[in-house]
T-cell receptor, first 114, second 110 residues
Framework: GAGVSQSPRYKVAKRGQDVALRCDPI?????LFWYQQALGQGPEFLTY????????KSGLPSDRFFAERPEGSVSTLKIQRTQQEDSAVYLC????????????FGPGTRLTVT | SQQGEEDPQALSIQEGENATMNCSYK?????LQWYRQNSGRGLVHLIL?????REKHSGRLRVTLDTSKKSSSLLITASRAADTASYFC??????????FGKGTRLSVIA
């Protein structure tokens, strides 16, 4: 099947707006990860789901960031009251497990906050 | 925070030459993975090496791991223009998420 897909690919938001980023993982993958990647940097871990359970959200930068995966498949990363420092590429990845397995990445959503 | 640190930050070579990238990390690991990222795209997994392994091959890729020095290297032999990308190492612990380095930007000139 298909790989990991993300939508939208590009999002421009005015400061203060709320945004929702979607991730469709590979069918059957129990683990889903969200990363934030700033220009010229490596991906920084945000949060991790195993099925519908959010097991680690230690990387979320503030309480304006919220992620869910209600049915253990599609996930949404929501950012409330966006700030300029939220501008980055948001990557989603899925896998069979936590850190023992390779991760399959989506193309990312480039968020620009003006 | 990023645990892995790749060296060099940028590397430019001629097509056909070999490219070597290094990764150093700080804490004990369960495995180390290398990923490639082409400009404006998601990451692609290249190879995973476990902490009890010292060397692994996949096609033109060779990865070594030295847990005593907390370092790994990625060798790409007979490089091609299509190998131009950023390469990241990522370390995995037990029940901890992957931690990525800042990457090495490789340019292969035809």
């Amino acid at each position: 099947g298909a790989g990991v897909s993300q939508s939208p690919r590009y999002k421009v938001a005015k400061r203060g707006q709320d945004v929702a980023l979607r991730c469709d993982p590979i069918s059957g993958h129990v683990s889903l990860f969200w990363y934030q990647q700033a220009l010229g940097q490596g991906p920084e871990f945000l949060t991790y789901f195993q099925n519908e359970a959010q097991l680690d959200k230690s990387g979320l930068p503030s309480d304006r960031f919220f992620a869910e995966r209600p049915e253990g498949s599609v996930s949404t990363l929501k950012i409330q009251r966006t700030q300029q420092e939220d501008s980055a590429v948001y990557l989603c990845a899925s896998s069979w497990g936590l850190a023992d397995y390779e991760q399959y990445f989506g193309p990312g959503t480039r968020l620009t906050v003006t | 925070s990023q645990q892995g640190e790749e060296d060099p930050q940028a590397l430019s070579i001629q097509e056909g030459e070999n490219a070597t990238m290094n990764c150093s990390y700080k804490t004990s690991i369960n495995n180390l993975q290398w990923y490639r990222q082409n400009s404006g795209r998601g990451l692609v997994h290249l190879i995973l090496i476990r902490s009890n392994e010292r060397e692994k091959h996949s096609g033109r890729l060779r990865v070594t791991l030295d847990t005593s020095k907390k370092s790994s290297s990625l060798l790409i032999t007979a490089s091609r223009a299509a190998d131009t990308a950023s390469y990241f190492c990522a370390t995995g612990g037990t029940n901890t998420p992957l931690v990525f380095g800042k990457g090495t930007r490789l340019s292969v000139i035809a």
